[in-house]
């Protein structure tokens, strides 16, 4: 696969990580990308650039609601937190997400 | 938003589109710094940890610049629709306030309304009379009319538009620079008896259809083979309307013979509607050149230079300039023995467009066309007066007002933000006005129709593309207008004092109140002047006598020509018919003369005792029957009327006016004198001057005195014929009965065409009483808005003085001197206003010197009336108030603060 459909599929599936991480609570764009780092023991290897997209998009699209807040060592950052909107779109991209892994599962269950 | 443990807010104001860049590059910043932080504890030095953070980053500028693509348009998004919501709310709060305050808000619409809708009236009437071009002409930029410029010695340089038909030919079949046509609009009757009805008839060239390039709406139009030279097809287009009228529109109409004067015409097409023709009044039919003129020409009509009656019409061929085709179309004619005296070198032809108010024709259709522009320029002034009485409205309500807006402006309120709500609420009025103003130039427009322009074809109702157009541009100005001076006063505006304002603050002395005031009072004085002068010149026109009772006398023709009559059948008609008439109950005398005033006039070569020769204009002659002079109302200020034994074989005798008694016998008694009318070479008899009659106004009403004399109808009876008929109450009332007695001569009789005499005179009148009536109209509402603006300002200001008025009378002061001393304050702005407004009326009052009627337009007792007028006004305006604020006890008014 080329690197640009590489990255297309990505973001689709980079949304849905994002909401994902921020159904917990608020968090700023590198504890995100801390956060799925972690989560998926360092597999998903996810461009910071890519998430910083995402992110922003998703806020124009109002997925996500933005605050600044000064941190404990008085830095300032950019908290993302999930809305409504933001919610309804997390459980439609998981179903849709699940349905698509098992299909694409079955296929290759045949041998 | 919940933000994690720990964090505490930032507030950050909403973003700008300066902000992005700057809020991006602190997002990231945050991030290489944390991943470096990271790395740093995993052991790594600060710069291979940056270094490290930044590679796993990627392309930094490729992220700047895509995050901040996305986050521009958010953030125009945004503020587009924050700034719509925000005009949405101001609306509701300006509607709102208009609902509490609802006086206010009516007297500021109705006051703009009136203004607006004055403008949008005369626009149109301006429009229609000197801009539209005619209904379904195609290119009418490209028509040209054709006027005749000539220098006679009888006339000195005149320019007209009749020309004769071998002028038409010359120019038609000669010019390569232009397609002309010639036509000629008259009146003409259709069928005989009790069903003859009169018509507005149209001879024009078959080239009128095609120069116009207008299209039938349904037959055809005759062409240059019908319209041939000497005899031409009878065959008639009908109008729209007409055919509307007459033949309820019917298809099968064409190939219908209808009887037009003594002709039977073939109908062929129909013009579609809306057209009439390059005139605005409406036109019924459309007949060929060669078929009238052959019966109005004689039979060497091809050739005659005797009738001047063709106008001719012609469009610029593609590529061809004025001046070219002028010249070349005036060469044309010379060529073609055009001028009337071949040495005349100022001999031409010139062009006007097809719009006849703006040719160079001296036409009532100019007269109108400057009377329409001058009303222009004055609703523009009224408007001006409307837009300062809403200004000074509004400035008051700012004024009053600072403390609230100091507040909002502390509370960080922008200014740019206040003075948007304020703009909504402007525009919101004016749109209401504007309203207002399209229902009122419907009703004006009909109003000037059926009083001043019951001629004109104003086929569509007042709504049209242009004149909403022009509303529009009216109604920006307008809000621009009122918005200036309370801007201003708002822009000028400081936070600290204007919380300090009283919650009755009205700065009495506010130099920009006085202002507004001060070109109220101008404006209004300068209308107001203008208004009594057209009323004053009307006055002259409609008091001057015209020598004859134009109110009470009918005048009454029939074409008997149709009938084959000979001139004495025709005569022995009219006389018999004048008796018939005069038996009648209700009648007071009736008579027969050979012209009648304003439609026609006659001369004829005369010489007299010791005048070889007449000095000045040739002197019109009239015959006339003897009951002539008492039904008209003509009084013999000198010797006798006309007897009936003044006959054929006795003594020859005439009357002449006085202007011709003193032109050719100063300071001698003319009675008893001789005229020998007729060529000298027939040695025509003396005709001894038996009276002497007053002066009668004949074709025009300006003041040049016409030397005119009488002569009895059974002793010489040329010319054409008209019946005089006065009542004895209204003459309205006996008209059918004076077209019964008529018909009653004949059988199968022409329509007989009875009208009241002043009729004739109406149309020399009706630029002036146009001018006169709106004038007037506009006058009174300038001096009703000014009143209302000046009352409300006034008062206001003098109100405002409360406080002082209370502590002047607590010390002592008696109320007199008080309102003396607020008179005074009051009055200087007045003053002030009205001397300017004088001294702007003497500068401009030139130009509306033709327009006025033996008036100077600086007529001290028009100035002196208009400025009285207003002073008064203004007066009143500053006393009730002073008195009131007088009235009231000392104590309370101090206390009222």
Request: aromatic residues 8%.
């Amino acid at each position: 696969m080329a690197v640009n459909e590489e990255l297309e599929l990505l973001q689709g599936t980079l949304d849905l990580l994002v909401l994902k991480t921020l159904s917990w609570g608020a968090r700023h764009g590198y504890g995100v990308a801390a956060w799925i780092r972690e989560t998926t023991d360092d597999v998903l290897h996810v461009e910071d650039r890519a998430l910083y997209v995402s992110l922003h998009r998703m806020e124009a699209r109002g997925w996500i609601e933005a605050e600044w807040g000064l941190s404990e060592n008085n830095r300032k950052a950019k908290y993302y937190q999930m809305t409504a909107a933001g919610r309804k779109q997390l459980k439609t991209k998981s179903v849709r997400w699940s349905r698509y892994a098992e299909a694409v599962f079955k296929v290759l269950q045949v041998a | 938003m919940k933000l994690p443990e720990g964090v505490r807010r930032w507030l950050v104001l909403p973003k700008r589109l300066a902000d992005v860049s700057r809020q991006i590059e602190d997002e990231l910043d945050f991030h290489i710094e944390s991943r470096t932080d990271e790395l740093i504890r995993q052991g790594l030095t600060r710069g291979a940890a940056r270094a490290r953070a930044l590679q796993e980053f990627g392309d930094m500028q490729q992220a700047r610049n895509e995050l901040g693509a996305i986050d521009t348009v958010q953030v125009s998004r945004k503020r587009r629709a924050e700034w719509w919501a925000g005009v949405g709310q101001d609306l509701k709060f300006a509607w709102r306030g208009m609902r509490r305050q609802p006086g206010f808000a009516v007297m500021i619409v109705l006051t703009l309304g009136v203004g607006l809708g004055l403008n949008a009236t005369t626009f149109d009437l301006v429009d229609r009379l000197l801009f539209r071009p005619p209904e379904h002409v195609a290119a009418p930029e490209s028509i040209r009319r054709i006027y005749l410029h000539e220098t006679t010695p009888w006339s000195g340089p005149l320019t007209q538009p009749s020309t004769t038909y071998p002028d038409f030919v010359a120019v038609r079949s000669g010019s390569k620079t232009m397609d002309v046509a010639a036509y000629m609009g008259t009146e003409g009757t259709m069928g005989r008896g009790r069903e003859a009805e009169k018509l507005n008839l149209v001879a024009a060239s078959a080239s009128y259809f095609d120069v116009l390039g207008v299209r039938p709406h349904i037959g055809r139009f005759y062409t240059d083979s019908e319209d041939a030279a000497p005899h031409g097809e009878p065959l008639v287009v009908l109008s729209y309307d007409f055919w509307q009228r007459r033949f309820d529109g019917a298809n099968n109409v064409l190939g219908k013979q209808v009887l037009i004067g003594r002709k039977n015409f073939t109908i062929i097409g129909v013009t579609p509607r809306g057209f009439t023709g390059i005139e605005l009044r409406p036109m019924d039919v459309w007949v060929p050149v060669s078929v009238i003129a052959e019966e109005w020409g004689g039979a060497e009509w091809t050739t005659s230079r005797n009738m001047s009656w063709l106008r001719m019409v012609g469009r610029l061929r593609p590529l061809a300039t004025d001046q070219q085709s002028a010249q070349e179309v005036t060469a044309v004619w010379r060529r073609g023995g055009g001028p009337r005296i071949a040495s005349d070198s100022s001999a031409r032809l010139v062009f006007g467009p097809v719009q006849q108010a703006r040719g160079s024709w001296e036409s009532e259709d100019t007269r109108n066309g400057q009377v329409a522009g001058w009303l222009a320029g004055v609703s523009v002034l009224v408007l001006l007066v409307a837009c300062a009485n809403v200004a000074n409205l509004l400035l008051t309500r700012a004024i009053r007002l600072r403390r609230e807006t100091g507040v909002r402006l502390a509370l960080g309120v922008g200014r740019v933000r206040l003075l948007r709500s304020f703009l909504v609420e402007s525009l919101l009025f004016c749109a209401l006005a504007a309203l207002a103003a399209v229902l009122l130039s419907i009703w004006g427009g009909n109003l000037l129709r059926t009083l001043l322009f019951t001629n004109l074809t104003w086929s569509d109702s007042g709504l049209n593309s242009r004149l909403l157009v022009f509303l529009l541009v009216a109604v920006l100005f307008t809000t621009l207008a009122i918005m200036l001076p309370p801007t201003i006063q708002m822009m000028r505006e400081s936070i600290i004092p204007a919380l300090k304002a009283g919650p009755r603050a009205g700065n009495a002395r506010s130099r920009l109140r006085t202002m507004l005031l001060f070109v109220q009072a101008a404006f209004s004085v300068v209308l107001l002047i203008g208004a009594a002068l057209f009323v004053r010149s009307f006055q002259r026109v409609s008091g001057m006598s015209l020598g004859f009772d134009a109110r009470t006398v009918l005048v009454a023709d029939i074409d008997l020509g149709l009938l084959d009559y000979t001139r004495d059948q025709r005569n022995q008609f009219y006389v018999a018919a004048s008796e018939r008439i005069a038996r009648l109950p209700g009648i007071h005398g009736a008579a027969v003369g050979t012209s009648a005033p304003f439609y026609s006039a006659m001369s004829t070569d005369l010489h007299a005792d010791g005048h070889d020769t007449i000095p000045g204009r040739t002197p019109f002659v009239i015959s006339v029957t003897p009951d002539y002079f008492a039904t008209m109302g003509t009084r013999i200020l000198r010797g006798r009327g006309f007897t009936s034994d003044d006959r054929n074989g006795a003594p020859n005798v005439s009357i002449v006016n006085e202007t011709m008694a003193r032109g050719l016998w100063p300071g001698q008694n003319a009675i008893g004198k001789c005229l020998y009318v007729g060529p000298r070479a027939e040695k025509p008899p003396c005709s001894r001057i038996v009276g002497i009659a007053e002066e009668v106004k004949s074709m025009a009403l300006t003041h040049e005195p016409v030397k005119t004399y009488y002569l009895p109808f059974a002793q010489r009876d040329h010319g054409l014929l008209a019946l005089f008929v006065r009542a004895e109450g209204d003459p309205m009332q006996v008209v059918p009965r004076v077209q019964q007695a008529i018909h009653a001569g004949g059988a199968n009789l022409p329509y007989a065409n009875v009208k009241l005499l002043q009729d004739l005179v109406d149309p020399h009148m009706r630029s002036w009483k146009l001018g006169a009536a709106l004038f007037s109209v506009f006058g009174a509402l300038a001096l009703l808005l000014a009143g209302m603006g000046l009352y409300s300002a006034l008062s206001h200001a003098v109100a405002n003085r409360r406080t002082e008025v209370g502590i002047r009378m607590a010390l002592g002061a008696r109320a007199r001197d008080v309102i003396l001393m607020i008179l005074r304050d009051g009055m200087t702005v007045a003053l002030a206003g009205v001397a300017t407004g004088i001294l702007i009326a003497l500068l401009v009052a030139n130009k509306i010197g033709p327009l006025l009627f033996d008036v100077t337009p600086h007529d001290p007792f028009s100035y002196v009336v208009a400025a009285c007028v207003l002073l008064s006004v203004a007066f009143i305006a500053v006393l009730l108030p002073a008195r009131r604020a007088t009235s009231v006890d000392p104590a309370v008014a101090l206390k009222a603060e």
